[in-house]
């Protein structure tokens, strides 16, 4: 009843060992607190798909030698405020930052920084890139292909990433207002938990492997695809499927790297792509700096006045109050800050796995 | 029975007679003609709801001296690749591609440019504008705020617009794509033929003005709100209010106008906000130079490599083919250049009012 009762482990612990495994397979160290930082900063917020959780997917691909340990991050081609930067097959967790810091740099010399990136990896949560912005007093947006899991509208098969949006407006009082949506309608994982529990879900989420919409979540897992955000014509499914494209097309036509059904598998279990159209995935990051548009401290009130406004939204019955998009994510930081982070029995026997092949001492 | 039965007239005839009725309320001629050069490609891509059908609104608002017909459009505030333009409430039609003018122009000077505008008005369809930038090897990018329509997920009453994104990419030998959505799940027309035809409307559209949603479409005209994209929680509601949120912030926080459910009505049947919290409605324009990132050649033929592999995606049963953005849209342009513009005897009897007001000729 209680097998996925959580153990809670304190974030500096997490990310301590976190940096000896990358250590260990000969990521230099900044790069490797770094990396660490990002699948920190996940599990803080209570992204729990994108923490630690998948340290033992970084460990294979590292195992198998499938990522760069030592990227030399070069910008292939620039002008002013825009680039394409090549990640040299690093670590997305170490490509990401480092390309972000691109954007900022030069939006700090441009008045704005767009980087388009090719030859990277999974880079973790898409807000762990806009948040940094807001340091610098700038609109961060960021933005990655995945692995394919979403069928475009009226199409049965998976041809594009959940490929995530993210955008994040400062406050001043208020804590920042933090968007990061993967999309399609409902993320892989909540599938997969559904498959594991024997639930149903809710119709709108996936298609099984002849196109037809279903609510068993082994159909999707067994050669279906999920939907894009709206999930049918009626409800705006074109939309979803539009977004998609936009993300795949900004991050990886754009770069130079893989598109669509070609990017490369993030897991071991994945699909290898029939095809090659460029270098690894992609990633888009972009910085504005916001004294280039109004004061800074104008624009801050001016969003505690929207968050304000917004938070005092007549609710639908049923419901406390509209949310601000990030709302969900500050609240679960604060509480992880002092608790630590709930780990369930699957993730805790993936870190002892790694610890026993690596010798490096966990728990 | 036919009461519906549309007149077709050709796209030259419309447009002269459009800008006939801007030069009627002093509009300068280069304004006019680029007034209703906006309108004209709307109803040539069959988007009926934004061209002339939408004549007599700007007639009205103009009778109303709501609108200046001469704005003096400035640059309020800039830095290199960013800038806020005041469009000292001007047509949107004028103020827009003024601003979208800027965008470009500063991505020819920096590889990028970034315009969030102030003290604008409607402005047509968002594509006109990321369609303009493809003629110089850009990539586009248009967002509007517009008056309030849409709950925020979880809210019971209207607090935003109903928002587009649009973002258009070059191809080569094949048509752009060209993105271009409303951030809601359905398009405020569409409730309105409904209610016309006394038709039920799919669930997932519309909330009654206790928050409850509704399959009619007069719950919603009566006080009632549109949801945003993905509808409910479960569908991913939270993710369209947030892309609202997005557009929102982008061309009304970030520029002073007035945001959220402050944002001026368009239309004299249309609520006044309670409250001003800045100048008119607001805008967001963006140019990325292609050359910047890739060769443009490169460039364009990766994007038609996407369009032709997701054209081949296999279909589900009962639709042809998965479609690219903007594919009806320029299917329907082909048609209409040679057949005209097919106007219901709605729109024929506001611009036959017009005419009568002005005395410009019509048919």
Redesign the interface.
Known sequence: MELDQPTLISAEQLKEFTINVFLHFGVPKADAVQAADVLSLSDLRGIDSHGVARLHTYFDMFKLARINPKPKITIA????????VDGDNGLGLVVGPHANQIAMDKAD????G?V?VCNTNHYGIASYYSLKALERDM?GWSMTNTTKLV???????R?LGTNP?S?A?PGLKNKP?V?D??????AYGKIEIAKRKGKKI?T??I?NK???MTDQPADMIEGGALLP???QR???G??????S??V???TS????AN???FAPPFALRQEIPSRS?GKGIGHFFGA???????DVPE?KL??D??IE??RN?????G?K???I?GDPEHEEEVIRRKTGIPLIPAVINDLTDISKQTGIAFL
């Open positions: 081609r620039e002008r002013k405020s825009v680039c394409t010399a441009h008045g704005s767009w388009s609109i069928a475009p509208l009226w199409g049965a098969e041809m949006i955008i407006f207002i968007i949506l993967a999309t399609s309608a409902a809710p709108g989420w298609i002849e196109g037809d955000l709206g999930s009626d409800l705006g074109h939309k979803g499927y539009a977004l494209a936009m795949d097309i900004l036509v754009l770069s130079g598109w669509g059904p159209v504005m700096q916001i004294d280039g548009f109004m624009f001016r969003i006045e929207w406004v917004f939204t007549k609710p639908v019955k419901q109050a509209v949310l998009p």
